[in-house]
């Protein structure tokens, strides 16, 4: 016969297997890629976004008009700069927990960077058609 678990132990309750509160899943703090990878998913998705993030400053940087490639060239530095630490976070720090918050923030500030990148590029950019069309 099966136990029926107790009211409340999904959400963080009492659970009827450790006897203590288990964890509420639905926490950003809780999710598997932040507690039990290896790391591997913050490489992939981070190279996936790198290279996401390299066309625009590619081309803002070799392509454009090159009023905003020294912006571009930057940004697309700190991109990589980045990446790079989240690779060598991945084999430098053995514990886990560490190494995953550490290889997350990495990520979040390649993404912020990336971000005021691009929007420091277009504002250039901008400025540049608006002086042109006046």
Not at 2 to 20: I, M, R, T, V
Not at 74 to 98: H, N, P, T, W
Request: charged residues 10%; proline residues 7%; contains cysteine.
């Amino acid at each position: 016969m099966q136990q029926q678990p107790e009211p409340g132990a999904a959400h963080g309750g009492p659970s009827p297997d450790s006897g203590g509160p288990r964890p509420d899943p639905t926490k950003m703090i809780n999710q598997p890629s932040l507690q039990r990878s290896r790391g591997t998913v913050w490489i992939v998705v981070a190279g996936l976004f790198l290279l996401a993030a390299l066309v625009p400053f590619g081309a803002l940087g070799f392509a454009g008009s090159g009023r905003s490639a020294g912006v571009a060239i930057v940004a697309g530095s700190i991109a990589i700069a980045l990446y790079l630490a989240i690779v060598i976070v991945r084999f430098a720090i053995s514990e886990q927990r560490l190494r995953l918050r550490v290889m997350a923030a990495c990520m979040l500030s390649m993404a912020f960077f990336s971000l005021v990148g691009v929007i420091v590029c277009a504002m250039i950019e901008w400025a540049g058609v608006v002086g042109a069309l006046a």
